[in-house]
């Protein structure tokens, strides 16, 4: 299966699509609070991901800490930098978690996999098993970033994405795609239906930051943005069906 899946013609009871991985940043789970996590809103996202899920497709999700903490807000107001990043990765834990128990409510097994170790809490990054996880049906919510500071989620995410060997990305986030410019400022912004990762750099469209981008590029692993905010939409976006950007070669 290739990135074309996405583009192909397909009824919405089926996809080609085997593997993915949905990334999402923390904001999406704060709903229209300023901070923080919104129950409501994680249900609604956990729904999304059943109605995949119901599909047979595996599901890996990268949720990222931003509704709670971000490492360069922390270093900004003189707290140590790797300090803050690792307060960061811990706000993910606390997003993954709370995806995890609204996921669980609706009957979809899961596992919590955190980069950093912390037994007691949820498992330790093992990739052996957690393809043995996927392979089980059981949605992988990866935890922790990638472990390390200086980075992001969405780098966590196409790390992730490429070991777990994920057809794609499918990047949930408020508009439906990648545009030009700002929609939100912009009224005659103009969405890219596909955009290359050297174009994204380039224009430095915002889809991802750098990093994360390189890594898709440098692996040919196709990024999907579409809109987290039209119901039903992520289940569609994997039938090849409303607006979205692909990112790829
Ligand atoms: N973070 C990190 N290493 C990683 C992933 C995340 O240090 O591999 C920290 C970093 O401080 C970041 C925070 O965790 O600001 C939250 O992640 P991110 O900003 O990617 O969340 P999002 O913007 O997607 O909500």
Do not use: W
């Not at 249900?43 to 990222?64: F, P, Q, T, Y």
């Amino acid at each position: 299966m290739t990135a074309d899946a996405v583009n192909s013609d397909t009824s919405e009871s089926e996809t080609k699509f085997n593997r993915v991985l949905l990334k999402i940043s923390g904001e999406a789970l704060m709903g229209d609070q300023g901070f923080g996590l919104h129950p409501p809103t994680v249900e609604r996202i956990a729904n999304e991901v059943k109605s995949v899920h119901d599909l047979g497709v595996e599901i890996c999700m990268v949720i990222g800490g931003g509704n709670i903490f971000r490492g360069l807000q922390g270093s900004a107001q003189g707290m140590e930098r790797t300090t803050a990043d690792y307060m960061g990765m811990l706000a993910t834990v606390m997003n993954a978690l709370a995806m995890q128990s609204a996921l669980e409510g609706l009957g979809v097994f899961t596992r919590v996999i955190s980069a950093i170790p912390m037994d007691q809490v949820c498992e330790p990054y093992i990739r052996r098993r957690a393809v043995r996880h996927l392979e089980k049906k059981r949605v992988c919510i990866f935890a922790a970033g990638t472990g390390n500071p200086y980075f992001t989620t969405d780098t966590a995410a196409t790390l992730r994405a490429n070991e777990m060997r994920c057809e794609a990305i499918f990047k949930g986030t408020k508009v439906d795609g990648v545009y030009d410019k700002d929609p939100a400022k912009h009224d005659d912004a103009v969405r890219y239906e596909n955009v290359s990762y050297d174009e994204c750099l380039q224009k430095r469209l915002g889809v991802m930051d750098a990093s994360a981008i390189a890594l898709a590029r440098d692996n040919n692993l196709p990024i999907i943005v579409f809109s987290l905010d039209e119901p039903g939409g992520f289940r569609g976006i994997l039938a090849g069906k409303g607006t979205y950007t692909r990112v790829g070669g």
